[in-house]
T-cell receptor, first 114, second 110 residues
Framework: DSGVTQTPKHLITATGQRVTLRCSPR?????VYWYQQSLDQGLQFLIQ???????AKGNILERFSAQQFPDLHSELNLSSLELGDSALYFC?????????????FGPGTRLTVL | GQSLEQPSEVTAVEGAIVQINCTYQ??????LSWYQQHDGGAPTFLSY????GLEETGRFSSFLSRSDSYGYLLLQELQMKDSASYFC???????????FGTGTRLTVIP
């Protein structure tokens, strides 16, 4: 158990819909990272927040957005969903401001778009 | 940009030793990391190399050659529970994020 929690575990929705994925980092960690993992693919970095501020952006679509709240939990919002958005979405946390190689991953949210 | 190459699949026998290679191309290299991911599970950090040489952590070792843009993960005394996907990852100075390879699926057979 990494100490990172994600909800929900599974999400099934239809194309065109909007969903919100939630992540709580490990106690004391200020950085939160979001990743997308499609079938048989590696982890694609989406975005990083540090202490409430966006720190780094990866291959995140304009239909996706994220934020980190004062209590440090983070939410990833996915809108106008397409079939291709079906994937595992992981949140990771670390206690460093910059990119760190040691990130602690949550159990993930499996999103299925029908 | 950056790219990472690692074999897609490796099969090895329980008790044996297996090496998973990773070659990388990146601008502004910091170091090479390795993560393990069991089916349906979360990636778990295994090791990190910033300097040339071998880092050992129990049954797992990781090696880096910066001049060759190459590294490997060495798993010894393989156990069935080592069956998982193994990802190498680099930190890209330009993009300021961790970039993962597509992973090597290791299957340990009796």
């Amino acid at each position: 158990d990494s100490g990172v929690t994600q909800t929900p575990k599974h999400l099934i929705t239809a194309t065109g819909q909007r969903v919100t994925l939630r992540c709580s980092p490990r106690s004391g960690d200020l950085s939160v990272y979001w990743y997308q993992q499609s079938l048989d693919q590696g982890l694609q970095f989406l975005i990083q927040y540090y202490n409430g501020e966006e720190r780094a952006k990866g291959n995140i679509l304009e239909r996706f957005s994220a934020q980190q709240f004062p209590d440090l939990h983070s939410e990833l919002n996915l809108s106008s969903l397409e079939l291709g958005d079906s994937a595992l979405y992981f949140c990771a946390s670390s206690d460093e401001r910059g990119v760190t190689d040691t990130q602690y991953f949550g159990p993930g949210t499996r999103l299925t778009v029908l | 940009g950056q790219s990472l190459e690692q074999p897609s699949e490796v099969t090895a026998v329980e008790g044996a030793i297996v090496q998973i290679n990773c070659t990388y191309q990146t601008s502004g290299f910091y170091g090479l990391s390795w993560y393990q991911q069991h089916d349906g599970g979360a990636p778990t950090f295994l090791s990190y190399n910033a300097l040339d040489g071998l880092e050992e952590t129990g049954r797992f070792s990781s090696f880096l050659s910066r001049s060759d843009s190459y590294g490997y993960l060495l798993l010894q005394e393989l156990q069935m529970k080592d069956s998982a996907s193994y990802f190498c990852a680099v930190r890209d100075r330009g993009a300021n994020n961790l970039f993962f390879g597509t992973g090597t699926r290791l299957t340990v057979i009796p």
